[in-house]
């Protein structure tokens, strides 16, 4: 994975040293709250419901055993000793002292961690497939040019004042796990019948207030070239995107209103002139960054065979554990939906446990979802029992993943100062219902859940199969029931079914809605998702509504 | 319909609530604010030590205030879903 250059390193310490002088400078009343907002919030601290939260910055939502320890350790000696894994690949600490911060940020630094661009109008953290080098449907691996973008992106100048923020998301393989047509910019890499690399350029993609999906800006953009391409389209943007509204200030609301060929026409005449500029990287630059990304030396004698003979063993291979590219190898899904547990939680002693995992058996590689669960992605198949058996030991091995327990959630009004309602509990009594029968939730199958606890959709309510989304009704807690939304490669945007419920209310229609999938689909191994696409949208009201 | 002032800590992020003479971790110690109430939110943005301050609606009697938004009741209780991190002074079960 890569490593921070002394210009990485340099650009980090300069700005930690900043913000740690303008903390100071705030605790000494020297600047006002208006005026040191705007500058904690371009540095990833907001202000939540209970305390400071903290969201620290995960690339690619790829980690080093190192620097799961450290985000283990400021969870321990700063916060409440656990930390909150988020939809885009990062991690949330909720309970974070602004008399601290500097040492934390110190402490963030000797890792090559920061925080910085997890919030304000910028281009926020890049993110892409969890399975990234691993997959055996992936063209290349995506991370170095993520970690181009990343670079590219940091600091960037004419991109730190967007009319709002703004998320890229890369993928190599025609299976998009990273949700690319829910992006501002979405990436596609791919491999031309010449064997050149090249990306499809998505845009305008997102969800929130107006979920909209990406639509192709270019299909074939060369490798070498994406990058100028890119800030062509983000100084599109950054000229025409509305800065006088901020319900219409996304990328997507500007790429509607001109429509995709006159939009597309003007990022083509603005590459037209950037492109000339040599803005791209260097070929050297390429290498030397695709060279960090090196395939680990797997071992060609690995043993391909798996010893599935202990029972519960078996149930998380099938369910947790995908196909490696190299033989003997394999990529296991770390579920941090555990029985009774909050999605995405995981514990300082749990994050060291991982990082120990992944020291010893994953070539020191993890990997955050989008989903909010975990990924050792280089796994010896030799080493999957006793992997299973080391997070069985601290409730990391629950055989769920994208079951009807697998459910993402924001923080919701549990923490979030944006919150309508409370997300967790809901996903919680959700999971309640199924979370003692594995073989239950085997038999409804992929069912990807997904609750948001307010417009802004965090929780990815329009992805979902099922959506749910948190209101407030009369100062009340209530929730919208969306069917139908898809952030994979089939990508569809969730729509409302009818009138909304109470706490109680949600539970029980989405137990209804699983009971009528479950009588009503075409054939045992049809999805949740392509009953309700096959049937349309009225029997599945009828079983919620009556 | 009685009011309380809250804010939260510069230092901390501390959720507070005011008690007539200084700031309290626990809602069951504010006091009901009167009239007196907006000047003193003004001042206390204006001495930039508490973040955000502002009066909320309760209901109920000194030293069992219950906010009337499910906002503020989480706020006073701690997150709902983790007892362990509860605040003490007003139980996660009235929100």
């Known amino acids: 994975?890569?490593?921070?250059?002394?210009?990485?390193?340099?650009?980090?310490?300069?700005?930690?040293?900043?913000?740690?002088?303008?903390?100071?400078?705030?605790?000494?009343?020297?600047?006002?709250?208006?005026?040191?907002?705007?500058?904690?919030?371009?540095?990833?601290?907001?202000?939540?419901?209970?305390?400071?939260?903290?969201?620290?910055?995960?690339?690619?939502?790829?980690?080093?055993?190192?620097?799961?320890?450290?985000?283990?350790?400021?969870?321990?000696?700063?916060?409440?000793?656990?930390?909150?894994?988020?939809?885009?690949?990062?991690?949330?600490?909720n309970w974070i002292k602004l008399e601290q911060f500097a040492d934390l940020l110190d402490d963030l630094s000797k890792v090559e961690m920061h925080a910085f661009q997890t919030s304000g109008n910028c281009i926020r953290n890049i993110s892409s497939d969890q399975f990234a080098g691993a997959a055996a449907d992936e063209v290349a691996d995506p991370r170095p040019y993520a970690e181009l973008l990343r670079q590219w992106s940091t600091l960037h100048p004419e991109f730190s004042f967007l009319p709002r923020k703004f998320k890229i998301a890369v993928i190599a393989s025609d299976t998009d796990r990273a949700a690319i047509q829910l992006h501002d910019i979405g990436l596609q890499l791919r491999r031309n019948d010449a064997g050149d690399l090249g990306f499809r350029v998505y845009v305008g993609g997102g969800m929130g207030r107006t979920p909209i999906l990406g639509q192709?800006?270019?299909?074939?953009?060369?490798?070498?070239?994406?990058?100028?391409?890119?800030?062509?389209?983000?100084?599109?943007?950054?000229?025409?995107?509305?800065?006088?509204?901020?319900?219409?200030?996304?990328?997507?609301?500007?790429?509607?209103?001109?429509?995709?060929?006159?939009?597309?026409?003007?990022?083509?005449?603005?590459?037209?002139?950037?492109?000339?500029?040599?803005?791209?990287?260097?070929?050297?630059?390429?290498?030397?960054?695709?060279?960090?990304?090196?395939?680990?030396?797997?071992?060609?004698?690995?043993?391909?065979?798996?010893?599935?003979?202990?029972?519960?063993?078996?149930?998380?291979?099938?369910?947790?554990?995908?196909?490696?590219?190299?033989?003997?190898?394999?990529?296991?899904?770390?579920?941090?939906k555990p029985r009774a547990g909050i999605p995405g939680d995981a514990s300082s002693a749990q994050m060291d446990v991982i990082a120990d995992l992944a020291e010893r058996y994953a070539q020191d590689e993890i990997r955050v979802t989008h989903s909010q669960n975990l990924v050792l992605a280089h796994v010896r198949k030799s080493d999957l029992y006793a992997v299973w058996q080391a997070l069985e030991a601290v409730d990391l091995a629950t055989p769920n993943l994208d079951l009807v327990t697998d459910i993402i959630a924001c923080p919701?009004?549990?923490?979030?100062?944006?919150?309508?309602?409370?997300?967790?509990?809901?996903?919680?009594?959700?999971?309640?219902?199924?979370?003692?029968?594995?073989?239950?939730?085997?038999?409804?199958?992929?069912?990807?859940?997904?609750?948001?606890?307010?417009?802004?959709?965090?929780?990815?309510?329009?992805?979902?199969?099922?959506?749910?989304?948190?209101?407030?009704?009369?100062?009340?807690?209530?929730?919208?029931?969306?069917?139908?939304?898809?952030?994979?490669?089939?990508?569809?945007?969730?729509?409302?079914?009818?009138?909304?419920?109470?706490?109680?209310?949600?539970?029980?229609?989405?137990?209804?809605?699983?009971?009528?999938?479950?009588?009503?689909?075409?054939?045992?191994?049809?999805?949740?998702?392509?009953?309700?696409?096959?049937?349309?949208?009225?029997?599945?009201?009828?079983?919620?509504?009556? | 319909m009685p009011r309380v002032l809250t804010g939260n800590r510069l230092e901390t992020g501390d959720v507070l609530w005011w008690n007539g003479s200084d700031w309290s971790p626990r809602i069951a110690d504010a006091v009901a604010i009167g009239d007196e109430g907006e000047a003193l939110v003004a001042r206390l943005v204006a001495e930039e030590r508490i973040n955000d301050p502002v009066l909320i609606d309760v209901t109920g009697e000194p030293g069992a205030f219950v906010p009337t938004t499910t906002r503020e009741r989480v706020r006073a209780s701690g997150p709902s879903v983790r007892a362990d991190l509860a605040r003490g002074s007003l139980s996660v079960e009235v929100i």
């Not at chain 1, 945007?493 to 999938?517: Q, T």
């Open chain 1, 216 to 336: 192709v800006v270019r299909d074939w953009i060369p490798v070498g070239q994406f990058l100028s391409y890119s800030e062509a389209i983000l100084r599109v943007y950054n000229r025409y995107g509305r800065r006088d509204n901020i319900y219409k200030a996304r990328i997507k609301i500007l790429v509607t209103e001109l429509g995709i060929e006159e939009f597309t026409r003007q990022v083509e005449a603005e590459w037209a002139l950037l492109e000339p500029l040599g803005l791209d990287a260097p070929q050297a630059e390429y290498d030397r960054i695709i060279a960090q990304f090196a395939p680990p030396a797997f071992d060609p004698a690995a043993n391909d065979d798996l010893d599935l003979s202990d029972p519960d063993f078996r149930l998380w291979v099938e369910q947790n554990v995908h196909p490696h590219k190299a033989p003997g190898y394999a990529i296991a899904t770390i579920s941090l």
């Open chain 1, 412 to 546: 919701g009004m549990d923490y979030c100062t944006l919150a309508n309602a409370r997300s967790i509990p809901i996903a919680q009594k959700i999971a309640a219902k199924f979370e003692n029968d594995i073989a239950e939730q085997r038999d409804i199958g992929e069912l990807k859940i997904k609750v948001s606890g307010c417009i802004n959709g965090c929780g990815h309510h329009h992805a979902g199969h099922i959506g749910i989304l948190g209101v407030d009704k009369k100062g009340e807690e209530a929730y919208q029931l969306l069917l139908g939304g898809s952030g994979a490669e089939d990508a569809s945007l969730a729509k409302i079914l009818g009138p909304g419920f109470d706490e109680n209310g949600i539970v029980a229609a989405v137990d209804r809605l699983i009971a009528f999938y479950r009588s009503a689909r075409a054939a045992p191994d049809e999805r949740f998702l392509d009953t309700y696409r096959r049937l349309g949208p009225a029997p599945f009201k009828a079983a919620v509504y009556g």
């Open chain 1, 1 to 93: 994975m890569y490593r921070y250059d002394q210009y990485d390193q340099a650009i980090v310490d300069a700005r930690v040293a900043e913000f740690k002088d303008q903390v100071a400078r705030r605790l000494r009343n020297e600047i006002t709250e208006d005026q040191f907002k705007p500058l904690r919030l371009m540095n990833g601290l907001y202000l939540q419901l209970h305390a400071y939260m903290l969201r620290v910055a995960i690339p690619y939502g790829t980690l080093s055993g190192t620097q799961m320890r450290m985000l283990a350790h400021i969870a321990r000696k700063y916060d409440r000793d656990y930390g909150h894994f988020t939809t885009r690949q990062n991690i949330q600490y």
